[in-house]
C-alpha cells in the first residue's frame, strides 16, 4: 500500500531554471515531511523538511510547498545546477512515527 | 565527518544460502534503522533499534530475516536462507535521539544484494 506516491520517475531540466518535483500522499496522519537526495553508490542524505503547521519552507536554492486540503506536497529548486542530478525522495510521517517514502523521481540537470 | 559504515557493498549469493551485513552507526547514536529499497521503489524499513532494543521490526519478515544490536552500537542483518526476491539494496541509517521521524536519519552507502 503506497501511501506516498511520486508519479514522475524522472525529470529533465536545463541548468539555470526551475525544477519542480511532485509527491502525492494518503495518509491524513501524516504530519511531517521531509525530502532526500541520492547519488549513485551512496546513502540518501536529508534536503529539506516541512511540519504540517506551515505550507512553505525554504533553505537556499531549495523550497517545499504543502497543500494539505490536496495532500499534496513539491520540491522546487532554482536555479536547477548540475550537481543537482540526482534522485530525489519524498518522506513522510505520522506522529513521529516511522517514514513512508515515495519510489523516488531522477533528475538529469542538462548543461 | 562522521558517516555511516556498511559492509559488504556488493554481494552475490545462490537461493536458500545465508548472507549477512553489517552496519556501524555514527558514533553517539543512539538509534539505528535497516530499510530495504527494491529497485524501482522507494526504501522500507525493515526494523528499527533504540539502542539494543527493537523498537519496530512489523515489517521484518522474521521466517527468514533476522537482526541484532547487541551493544547497542554496531548491527547486524541477516538473512536465512536467502530467496530471488530478497534481491535489493540494503540501507542502513541512525540517528542521534530516540524518536520516528522528527529528527535527521543519516544513511550509509548500502549493501547491493543479487540473489541467483
Known amino acids: 500500500d503506497q501511501q506516498v506516491k511520486q508519479n514522475s520517475p524522472s525529470l529533465s531540466v536545463q541548468e539555470g531554471r526551475i525544477s519542480i518535483l511532485n509527491c502525492d500522499y494518503t495518509n491524513s496522519m501524516f504530519d511531517y515531511f521531509l525530502w532526500y537526495k541520492k547519488y549513485p553508490a551512496e546513502g540518501p542524505t536529508f534536503l529539506i523538511s516541512i511540519s504540517s503547521i506551515k505550507d512553505k519552507n525554504e533553505d537556499g536554492r531549495f523550497t517545499v510547498f504543502l497543500n494539505k486540503s490536496a495532500k499534496h506536497l513539491s520540491l522546487h529548486i532554482v536555479p536547477s545546477q548540475p550537481g543537482d542530478s540526482a534522485v530525489y525522495f519524498c518522506?513522510?510521517?505520522?506522529?513521529?512515527?516511522?517514514?513512508?517514502f515515495g519510489a523516488g523521481t531522477t533528475v538529469t540537470v542538462r548543461a | 565527518e562522521a558517516e555511516v559504515a556498511q559492509s559488504p557493498r556488493y554481494k552475490i549469493t545462490e537461493k536458500s544460502q545465508a548472507v549477512a551485513f553489517w552496519c556501524d552507526p555514527i558514533?553517539?547514536?543512539?538509534?539505528l534503522y535497516w530499510y530495504r529499497q527494491i529497485l524501482g521503489q522507494g526504501p522500507e524499513l525493515l526494523v528499527q533499534f533504540q539502542d539494543e532494543s527493537v523498537v519496530d521490526d512489523s515489517q521484518l519478515p522474521k521466517d527468514r530475516f533476522s537482526a541484532e544490536r547487541l551493544k547497542g552500537v554496531d548491527s547486524t542483518l541477516k538473512i536465512q536462507p536467502a530467496e530471488l526476491g530478497d534481491s535489493a539494496m540494503y540501507l542502513c541509517?541512525?540517528?542521534?535521539?530516540?524518536?520516528?521521524?522528527?529528527?535527521?536519519?543519516?544513511f550509509g552507502p548500502g549493501t547491493r544484494l543479487t540473489v541467483l
Open positions: 518522506a513522510a510521517s505520522p506522529c513521529d512515527y516511522k517514514l513512508s
Open positions: 541509517a541512525s540517528s542521534l535521539v530516540p524518536s520516528g521521524a522528527y529528527n535527521e536519519q543519516f
Open positions: 558514533s553517539g547514536h543512539a538509534t
